[in-house]
């Protein structure tokens, strides 16, 4: 079984910047993709963004949603088993509970991701 724990959140100002932290149990950490998520009250799960693992075709590889492109930056560190979301230039729309989650595929569904940690607050006040 596969654990994965986040920390890094918090209450922070409008422009601010948060790093989010992930670390997974196992020594087949550096295979997967590993993506980010993030969660409202009354809405879906949605993807922030995703780093490829060596199983993908593109070992590295990244990709974010829209609406946080060019401020969000998801980078890994295989030997400590932790993948990281460093979120510059936050906005309140930003707010939300963030999941980290290991995946089968390099990809934005979350149908594609098996194992999920407990999720950190992140609230961006205005």
């Known amino acids: 079984q596969v654990r994965l724990v986040e920390s890094g959140g918090g209450l922070v100002q409008a422009g601010d910047s948060l790093r989010l932290s992930c670390v997974a149990s196992g020594d087949t950490f550096f295979r997967y993709p590993m993506g980010w998520f993030r969660q409202t009250p009354g809405k879906e799960r949605e993807f922030v963004g995703a780093?490829?693992?060596?199983?993908?075709?593109?070992?590295?590889?990244?990709m974010y949603s829209d609406s946080v492109k060019g401020r969000f930056t998801i980078s890994r560190d295989n030997p400590k088993n932790t993948v990281y979301l460093q979120m510059n230039s936050l906005k309140p729309e930003d707010t939300a509970v963030y999941y980290c989650?290991?995946?089968?595929?390099?990809?934005?569904?979350?149908?594609?991701?098996?194992?999920w940690g407990q999720g950190t607050q992140v609230t961006v006040s205005s």
């Open positions: 780093v490829a693992g060596i199983i993908s075709f593109d070992t590295g590889a990244k």
């Open positions: 989650a290991r995946g089968r595929r390099y990809s934005q569904s979350t149908d594609d991701y098996d194992y």
